[in-house]
């Protein structure tokens, strides 16, 4: 998929990244087994970069403690150079800043926050994979899905279990650890069923593969599981993983 290399204003590159998206949607859904061999290009295009980097957020630093916010209003110039990385090959995720985070049982919730450029590259990722592994998703399906929330599926189960549809029991699960414990194989595995780039598959597995820097400093590394707190590396790397 060939792509210009101009860097468009925020509005122009956000009328071409949704015109693209429609289109790889389209394909994805026109071919339930289409694997789609060019998409690299698309994750270093300038409008790609340019949405991305609005959708990073602004307070929050990695383990390099650079935020968003920092760099100022104008990023051409750090896209800039995070595009001829990427372009040649030589861009490397560092490991994400781990936060404990504590939970109304005592407990923690483990957050991995990657740095701004890991952010901007993840953002990326998402705008280009997301409308393809939506067209695999049942109508049913409402966890980690663009224009979908907690609330559709509440009033979902409110329409079926009122007359005359009746429908008697509302079943509630959890998988215990499930972003701890997702196995990297079987993820990888799943995301090959549409994604034959290979450079766009090295990349989610240098993402995967990160590693963490935990509260205490210690590194940690990544041979399972998914940070939370990522763009990537969470949410949509579960949705892929989930798809029926």
């Known amino acids: 998929m060939n792509t210009g290399a101009l860097w468009p204003s925020l509005a122009l590159a956000e009328i071409r990244v949704l015109g693209l998206q429609k289109k790889l949607h389209q394909w994805a859904r026109e071919d339930s087994q289409r694997q789609f061999d060019d998409l690299f290009n ?17 307070r929050t630093a990695g383990v390099d403690g650079v935020t968003p916010r920092s760099i100022g209003d104008d990023a051409t110039e750090l896209l800039q150079a995070l595009r001829a990385q990427l372009k040649a090959q030589q861009f490397a995720p560092m490991p994400v800043r781990e936060k404990r ?6 407990k923690f919730r483990r957050l991995g926050i990657p740095t701004t450029l890991d952010r901007v590259v993840q953002a990326s990722l998402k705008l280009v994979l997301e409308p393809i592994f939506e067209a695999d998703f049942k109508p049913c399906s409402y966890g980690f899905r663009p224009n979908r929330r907690a609330q559709d599926a509440i009033a979902e ?3 079926l279990t009122s007359p005359p549809r009746n429908y008697g029991w509302v079943f509630e699960g959890n998988i215990q650890a499930c ?6 194989t079987a993820l990888m595995d799943r995301v090959r069923r549409r994604i034959a780039d290979k450079r766009v598959l090295r990349l989610i597995k240098a993402f995967l593969r990160a590693g963490i820097l935990q509260e205490d400093r210690q590194a940690r590394a ?3 599981g998914t940070p939370q707190g990522g763009i990537i590396t969470s949410r949509t790397m579960l ?3 989930s798809f029926c």
């Not at 985070?101 to 005592?106: L, M, S, V």
């Open 42 to 58: 698309l994750i270093c295009d300038p409008a790609f970069l340019v949405v991305a980097w609005q959708r990073v957020g602004a």
């Open 101 to 106: 985070i504590p939970k109304a049982n005592g």
């Open 222 to 224: 990544t041979i399972t």
């Open 179 to 184: 972003f701890d414990e997702i196995d990297h």
């Open 157 to 159: 189960i409110h329409f």
């Open 239 to 241: 949705h892929t993983f």
